[in-house]
């Protein structure tokens, strides 16, 4: 599962081994149609990963990663307030139809661990890392006042994580509409964790304040 020297023969094998997945799922997966997908040969391709669980294994943790790290772990990484950015990547992600083409994963994942406590183990970890990355995120939201602050942010990002995979899991078995109904459900559990603010009086700083009834301007 090492990467090798040539970043985009390996890039290549990944996406085309995500392709082979979502279509096949990983015990009808081919390496020769993975190769033939990328455009190299087996050669090419044993170079970089010594057999085909370690190249499933390998593109799945990479397209989750970017999944989270665009989804959850990037707006978080900004100055100002994330909460709305969190909110708007995910509605878009929703609306174009990326997460439908990443439904598939939860299923791929139990497919691959369920014998193969190494891998298991691997990719228990890298969420356990990502969980860590969100709520560290969240954690200096509140610190900096958008997040409430008896927020158990760890919680929050093993809830959010654990949702939206959820969410994504249900496809298989009702109307893909549903991942829609359920990622609103999802925002609107993000809206509840803003911290709340004095609407009220910013509206007043915008306003000259009334002289007191009864006095005119300029009279003691």
Known sequence: MTRGPGPSTYTRLIEATWEELRERGFKAARLDRIAARAGVTKGALYHHFPDKRSLAVTTLLETMGREIDQLWIQ???????????????????????????????????AELVAHDPAAQLLISER?????????????????????????????AALFILSAWEGCRETMRYAHPST??????????Y?????????????????????????????TA
């Open 190 to 218: 993000i809206g509840a964790l803003r911290a709340p603010t004095d609407a009220a009086a910013s509206d007043r700083r915008d306003v000259a304040p009334a002289p007191p009834a009864g006095k005119r301007s300029g």
């Open 127 to 155: 969420l356990a890392h990502w969980r860590k990355r969100l709520g560290t995120g969240l954690t200096r939201a509140r610190h900096a006042g958008f997040v409430q602050a008896d927020i158990d942010c760890e919680a």
């Open 75 to 109: 707006p978080l990484a900004s100055e100002g307030d994330p909460l709305p950015r969190l909110s708007a990547g995910l509605a878009r992600h929703i609306a174009t139809g990326e997460a439908c083409t990443h439904h598939s994963l939860p299923r791929l994942i």
């Open 179 to 188: 991942l829609s109904r359920c990622g609103q459900e999802l925002l609107r």
